[in-house]
């Protein structure tokens, strides 16, 4: 194994370690569980008119509560360590930084988009068994599928946003509150676009490329950090 | 480990100017100097945290900063104190640290274990750091640094926080791996420290290196050997002393009033002195140990604050 991917999967075992003797491990049930539960509790009780707004519906729910958990864990893998400066061990050793912070950042995000991926296969699930399929229902206000995927972009921005942020402030709460301020941003946008019917994939698309170069940012400067 | 014509600048405050300095091998560098004047950031550069504005920095031949995996497979550092978060126990850190000093799954354990064991914190390896006093995790720290057995020590007050037991073990421990032949380099601002653990001393000031030199000068006592600073209510003459001590003593007049005298021997020798000077009617006011040499040097050469 060359140095760099050493690096990525040590330091990827390390940030397994933290979420786990943190018990921080258990927010990547919410989007999968509490997502999916949600979901149904809105499926049962709201009425909903057909299976794909549901669906949309439970999407938001489950997307929301990924969101929080991306927030979270990304602002506490890069800043929680710079805050305490830890960083003046763990820059000593032999190791490329970038890789490192690499691996740590990629378990999150792995474990986010993942757990937000079981909770969309129960919102479809649910979906499909507690509502009945009518055909004179209005048309959803987004596609289901397509709304599924553009979720993905969104939780990478706020990934990205929120990872720059806690390079630059070297604080996970300080990156939190960022990170919130762009997920406010990106959804008052989106919600514009959607309202003026310019809403396309272009919009999530952008948002996953704003938050890898957020995350490309980040590795840059903490590559370069000196104190 | 070699610095030349080392600068280093944060915004418009020069951190170190022009420092040269070379630690050969196997040699044990005290490095002294107040607050801020720039030790740490010594360490940063030979650690690879940071890199020099201007200038070279080299350890085993290697660039630390740009180099760092090479360099750094070959140091063990503990630079100023790194906070650990809470929940991570001492075994986590040193497994972690030894897996990527290269160690593989089980060899890491037994590497950590190893560190551990040197500074007698093996039973306290499975608790969070939350829960460690601030000396344990100290030791818990420089443990860290211990791991993977390096060939150089950087060390940044390796003792801040730990009880006189516990820093008297530190040093004998460094005392050992310097008999061993690692290469120690230790900031600190405990002049006993350096006196015990190192044959060589650097003195920084305001980021510029004021002092390289062996840590026991001339004036230092030598092994088995007592100076005593005598101290006259008036001018005695150096020969009246001399006739009064006899054979054995070495003289110097330190002040009008002020004599050093060296000898070999212990307390009955001491003894000796104090009956010979008032045997001989001399008006002596007091008789002490002279100030700790390095002590007095430390204060010639950067000033008097932090001196402990």
Same mark, same amino acid.
């Given at each position: ?35 999916? @539960? $949600?979901?149904?509790?809105?499926? *049962?009780? #709201?009425?909903?008119?057909?299976? /794909?707004? +549901?669906? =949309? ?91 599924? @995927? $553009?979720?993905?972009?969104?939780? *990478?921005? #706020?990934?990205?946003?929120?990872? /720059?942020? +806690?390079? =630059? ?59 | ?308």
């Amino acid at each position: 194994m060359s140095d760099a991917t050493s690096a990525f999967v040590r330091n990827a075992r390390w940030e397994v370690t933290r979420l786990r003797r943190s018990q921080r491990v258990w927010l990547f049930l919410i989007p999968a569980v509490a997502g999916t @539960i $949600g979901s149904g509790i809105a499926d *049962l009780y #709201l009425h909903v008119p057909s299976i /794909a707004t +549901a669906e =949309v519906l439970g999407l938001l729910i489950t997307a929301g509560l990924a969101s929080l958990v991306a927030l979270d864990l990304t602002a506490l893998a890069v800043g929680e360590e710079l805050g305490l400066r830890t960083h003046y061990l763990t820059f000593a050793l032999p190791q490329p930084r970038v890789s490192a912070l690499a691996g740590r950042i990629t378990i999150v995000m792995v474990g986010v988009i993942g757990s937000y991926g079981v909770g969309v296969f129960g919102v479809q699930g649910l979906a499909t068994a507690f509502v009945s399929a009518a055909s004179t229902a209005p048309p959803p206000i987004l596609v289901p599928s397509h709304l599924a @995927i $553009g979720i993905v972009g969104m939780l *990478l921005f #706020l990934g990205g946003v929120t990872a /720059a942020a +806690a390079a =630059v402030t070297r604080s996970a709460s300080q990156a939190l509150v960022a990170g919130v301020l762009g997920g406010v941003v990106a959804a008052g946008i989106g919600s514009l676009f959607l309202i003026e019917g310019r809403l396309t994939p272009l919009f999530p698309l952008a948002l996953a490329v704003a938050g890898l170069a957020g995350f490309a940012w980040c590795l840059v400067r903490y590559d370069h950090m000196e104190s | 480990m070699t610095l030349d014509g080392v600068w280093k600048r944060y915004g418009d405050h020069d951190a170190l100017r022009d420092v040269h300095f070379a630690i050969r091998s196997g040699e044990s560098v005290g490095y002294l100097g107040p607050n801020g004047a720039g030790k740490t950031t010594t360490l940063k550069l030979l650690a690879g945290i940071a890199r020099p504005t201007r200038g070279s920095v080299r350890v085993e031949g290697l660039d630390p900063y740009r180099g760092r995996s090479g360099a750094g497979r070959h140091i063990g550092a503990l630079v100023e104190t790194p906070g650990i978060p809470p929940f991570i126990t001492g075994s986590d850190l040193l497994t972690y640290v030894a897996r990527v000093k290269g160690h593989l799954s089980g060899d890491a354990r037994d590497a950590a274990l190893r560190a551990a064991n040197a500074m007698k914190v093996a039973e306290y390896l499975d608790r969070p750091f939350g829960t460690l006093s601030t000396g344990l995790a100290r030791r818990m720290m420089v443990g860290a640094a211990l791991v993977g057995d390096p060939e150089i020590l950087l060390l940044d007050e390796p003792t801040l926080g730990l009880d006189p037991a516990a820093r008297q073990d530190l040093r004998g421990l460094l005392r050992a791996l310097s008999q061993k032949g690692l290469t120690i380099l230790l900031s600190t601002h405990l002049l006993e420290e350096v006196q015990e653990v190192c044959s060589r001393v650097l003195f920084l000031r305001d980021g510029a290196l004021v002092g390289d030199e062996p840590v026991n000068s001339d004036a230092s006592p030598g092994v088995g050997q007592r100076v005593l600073l005598l101290r006259f209510a008036t001018d005695v003459p150096s020969e009246s002393l001399t006739r009064a001590l006899g054979t054995g003593f070495e003289l110097t007049r330190d002040a009008a009033r002020e004599f050093r005298v060296r000898f070999s021997g212990g307390e009955a020798e001491q003894g000796a002195v104090l009956a010979a000077v008032i045997r001989a009617g001399l008006p002596l006011v007091s008789a002490t140990p002279p100030e700790p040499d390095l002590a007095r040097r430390y204060i010639e050469r950067v000033g008097r604050e932090d001196t402990q």
